[in-house]
Every structure is written in structure tokens, then in C-alpha cells.
């Protein structure tokens, strides 16, 4: 795992909005007592969350909706963050 500054996180999180390539990505707090996991396929993005709110959304990636509900789950669990864990996995 690599850390990283929050705004560059934002930037990954909006290209994940975006069709491509099959990949998963994991975001954690330094004390990693919440985790945000989005998993992009080829038409639809996972979106699990432990922290704040537990839960776990699929969104299709062809509506829009998918961008609007990744911003939201990560401002949701990084408030106040300044630097984020980042494990990245690419299929």
C-alpha cells in the first residue's frame, strides 16, 4: 500500500466513473478504521464501504449515476482527510 494525498484520490475516484479496463481499488484512513472499495467492471461499478456507513451499491455505468455516487461515498468516508492508503489491483 502506497500513500497518497486526498486530492489525487479524488482524481482516481472520478476516472473510475469512466469505462475502461476491469480494476479494483481499495482507499483507507492512516488509521484505517474506514475503507471505501470500488470495483469498476465492464459495465458496472461496486461501490462497498466500511466506516461511516456500511453498505455495499452496484451502479451501472452507462446512467451517470455512478460518478454523483462515488463523490458522495468519498467525501461521506474522508471528511477530513488529508492522506489516503491506496491498494490498486488491475485485472
Same mark, same amino acid.
Given at each position: 500500500?502506497?500513500?497518497?494525498?486526498?486530492?489525487?484520490?479524488?482524481?482516481?475516484?472520478? &476516472?473510475?466513473?469512466?469505462?475502461?479496463?476491469?480494476?479494483?481499488?481499495?482507499?483507507?484512513?492512516?488509521?484505517?478504521?474506514?475503507?471505501?472499495?470500488?470495483?469498476?467492471?465492464?459495465? &458496472?461499478?461496486?461501490?462497498?464501504?466500511?466506516?461511516?456507513?456500511?453498505?455495499?451499491?452496484?451502479?451501472?455505468?452507462?446512467?451517470?449515476?455512478?460518478?454523483?455516487?462515488?463523490?458522495?461515498?468519498?467525501?461521506?468516508?474522508?471528511?477530513?482527510?488529508?492522506?489516503?492508503?491506496?491498494?490498486?489491483?488491475?485485472?
Amino acid at each position: 500500500m502506497k500513500s497518497i494525498n486526498v486530492k489525487q484520490a479524488e482524481r482516481l475516484v472520478k &476516472a473510475l466513473a469512466k469505462a475502461g479496463p476491469v480494476t479494483k481499488v481499495t482507499l483507507l484512513t492512516r488509521k484505517k478504521d474506514r475503507q471505501l472499495t470500488i470495483e469498476r467492471g465492464t459495465a &458496472a461499478v461496486v461501490i462497498d464501504e466500511r466506516g461511516f456507513y456500511t453498505g455495499q451499491i452496484s451502479l451501472n455505468l452507462s446512467d451517470g449515476q455512478a460518478k454523483h455516487a462515488l463523490l458522495q461515498a468519498f467525501k461521506r468516508e474522508f471528511p477530513r482527510s488529508h492522506q489516503l492508503y491506496l491498494h490498486q489491483e488491475k485485472d
